[in-house]
């Protein structure tokens, strides 16, 4: 409202700025447009995806032969051996990605079957690794003239294959031979599947 100079009442040129009076916004109206096109009405769905931190997801295939030995491969891009298998791809789940890995690896079309091992494994700063769960499958026995025939490495990224005594199963990393324990223990009667993490004095450790 405008007044006059020493005439209460009366409209002059002299004004109070409006916008100086305001009241600070609320978090309500501080918060991003709500959402109304699917389930979430406070965050678009991309964006909230966004925030939240990466997960690595990979499978793993048991393979032994009539002796109960294990098959591990290994990798031209590793220091260590390691079971068959591989990270999970989009649009599949972890049991069809090691399929898909023994095809690929090994040249092995075999069944993967029961459940043996779900690892969570923490991220790592010094590896620049992030948290990950990784499964191990069962895929059965198969005799071991019938792996020699049949085997056929993926030369980009493997050396070599084996079959190895589970007792020997150091030559993979720390981590992976206690997974590979682990797994054996549930085939065999001696555990039940849970989630398993490897930890060194109370504290889960990376592969």
């Not at 009241?23 to 709500?34: A, D, Q, V, W, Y």
């Not at 699917?38 to 966004?50: K, V, W």
């Not at 003239?145 to 199963?169: C, Y």
């Not at 030559?171 to 060194?200: Q, T």
Request: proline share 8%; glycine share 8%; with cysteine.
């Amino acid at each position: 409202m405008r007044h006059e100079s020493g005439a209460p009442g009366k409209a002059t040129s002299t004004s109070i700025d409006e916008n100086c009076c305001r009241r600070p916004p609320t978090l309500t109206e501080l918060r991003p447009p709500r959402y109304r096109g699917g389930m979430s009405d406070l965050l678009p769905n991309p964006y909230f995806y966004q925030q939240l931190p990466t997960l690595f997801s990979s499978g793993a295939a048991v393979i032994r032969d009539e002796h109960g030995r294990i098959l591990v491969e290994k990798p031209n891009y590793r220091d260590h051996w390691l079971l068959p298998g591989g990270g999970v791809d989009a649009g599949e789940d972890a049991r069809e990605a090691t399929a898909r890995e023994l095809r690929e690896e090994l040249n092995l079309d075999l069944p993967v079957g029961r459940l043996l091992s779900v690892s969570w494994v923490p991220s790592s700063a010094a590896y620049g690794a992030p948290m990950g769960v990784h499964f191990v499958f069962d895929a059965g026995v198969v005799p071991e003239a019938e792996l020699r025939d049949r085997v056929r490495l993926q030369e980009e990224e493997l050396e070599a294959w084996d079959l190895i005594d589970p007792r020997d199963a150091a030559i993979l990393s720390p981590w992976g031979a206690e997974r590979v324990w682990h797994a054996l223990d549930v085939l065999e009667g001696r555990s039940e599947v849970d989630l398993f993490v490897v930890k060194r004095g109370g504290i889960a450790e990376a592969p």
